[in-house]
């Protein structure tokens, strides 16, 4: 029979194996992310990564106080993103051009409008 406590051990560990391959792989699209979007995503993954981290450590020494520092990284992480996703939205708009007379209906659609309206 396999003790509980050497079982969440050897879980712990495949787990803490798992997020250490799911890190470099993230941090490899951190560092060559095609675009600024994907290295923002990619940013926003590391920071979950980090909270699995976090979490897998808490319940393989039973310290509660990493469960707070966890969700602490989240709140942050999550604020972090929004202005990184406002940061795109607001660079990614094309100038405003005076429209030429008579031609009110040829409006470049804004990227990211997914709605297709012009602004």
């Known amino acids: 029979m396999i003790a509980p406590f050497v079982l969440v ?6 787990t803490l194996a798992i997020l250490g391959i799911a890190f470099v792989l993230t941090a490899y ?8 979007p994907d290295r923002i995503l990619a940013l926003d993954t590391l920071t979950g990564i980090a909270i699995g981290f976090i ?16 969700i602490a990284l989240g709140l942050v992480g999550f604020l972090a993103t929004v202005a990184f996703a406002r940061f795109v939205l607001s ?3 094309p100038e405003t051009r005076p429209l030429p007379a008579g ?6 659609p804004v990227p990211g409008d997914t709605a297709g309206k012009a602004r």
């Open 103 to 108: 031609d009110e209906q040829a409006v470049t």
């Open 91 to 93: 660079r990614g708009r």
């Open 55 to 70: 979490a897998v450590i808490a319940v393989k020494t039973r310290f509660t106080l990493y469960i707070d520092i966890a």
């Open 9 to 14: 051990s050897a879980a712990a560990a495949v």
């Open 29 to 36: 699209r951190v560092i060559t992310g095609p675009t600024l």
